[in-house]
């Protein structure tokens, strides 16, 4: 991979519980004015090569600055694949939104062109971020993404109310996903669309699995927590209404209620190709080009160097 010049930026996450200080590395194309800007949000499995710094490059390359925001470390966590509470899509999405804040101010970043976007629990956060009720709840951040891109994103739990805030939104989904299976996305979609926003583009890989960014054999994650069977509605007031037990639950009872009933352990990833990796990632640069983020992209043939 060739190396890539970027800042780590600090910064206060102003709205946890137990504040966090995080560490994000911010990417800058070669560019001699503000550029756009993505903020990425990880996997359970933190920040890695191949799939993170793999899409930094690639919309560095694109003209587009990329900001990956590192929710794991400062709070003492390597991974949540066995064990999701240890960081919460909610905190990821609180550290988005506090990452936004710095990217307004930075003279470097156009401040009405930032994105955010995710792998599966990052994913999850990316769809959390585009829904109106919640902006009441994120007290203090007033500004919104100006669109939010989905891969293979956790959509077991939706809220009751899909509204969002209308801004452009992409569903990239795997078929052949067992972790975050790709028809509740669909349905999410859906319903999101239902509910006034017009700018949903959805798109099903067929022969994709779960973290395609991987290139090679499909392999088992033996210990991860999967919550696919665990659907439920999200309230306003911020309870879980879960369908099977006929009732709302607070986050600490749907917890242990889940845990009991309909959580399991496993799921498959990787499977990708070069290929699939390559038509992904031009869908992706189509779609912010689309909008007005990827201003010289060309739709070349995506370099080797991104392939591994």
Not at 183 to 192: F, I, K, N, S, T
Request: charged fraction near 20%; glycine fraction near 8%; proline fraction near 6%.
């Amino acid at each position: 991979m060739e190396s890539l010049a970027f800042d780590t930026l600090t910064f206060d996450h102003p709205a946890a519980c137990r504040p966090a200080r995080l560490t994000a590395s911010l990417h800058l194309p070669e560019t001699g004015q503000p550029a756009p800007c993505m903020v990425l949000l990880t996997s359970s499995a933190g920040v890695q090569r191949h799939r993170e710094h793999f899409y930094a490059q690639a919309l560095n390359e694109a003209g587009i600055a990329a900001l990956i925001v590192d929710s794991f470390t400062g709070r003492g966590v390597r991974r949540t694949v066995a064990d999701q509470t240890l960081v919460s899509a909610a905190q990821m999405e609180g550290d988005a939104f506090a990452a936004l804040a710095l990217l307004r101010a930075d003279p470097r970043i156009d401040p009405e062109r930032i994105g955010i976007m995710g792998v599966s629990k990052g994913g999850g956060a990316a769809l959390n971020a585009a829904v109106a009720v919640r902006q009441r709840w994120r007290g203090g951040f007033p500004h919104l993404f100006d669109l939010h891109v989905a891969i293979c994103p956790g959509a077991t739990a939706q809220h009751r109310d899909p509204t969002t805030h209308g801004k452009p939104m992409f569903f990239m989904l795997a078929a052949r996903d067992d972790y975050t299976p790709a028809p509740l996305a669909v349905e999410y979609a859906e319903r999101m669309r239902a509910a006034g926003n017009q700018r949903i583009k959805v798109k099903v890989y067929g022969n994709a699995h779960h973290g395609w960014e991987s290139v090679g054999p499909v392999f088992d994650i033996k210990d991860a927590e999967n919550w696919s069977c665990c659907t439920n509605f999200i309230e306003d007031d911020g309870r879980h209404f879960v369908v099977a037990a006929g009732r709302a639950m607070s986050e600490p009872e749907y917890q242990a209620w889940a845990r009991r009933h309909c959580v399991t352990k496993g799921a498959r990833a990787g499977g990708g190709t070069p290929e699939l990796k390559q038509r992904a990632t031009a869908d992706l640069l189509a779609f912010l080009q689309s909008h007005g983020f990827a201003s010289r992209w060309t739709n070349q043939p995506i370099p080797a160097i991104h392939a591994a």
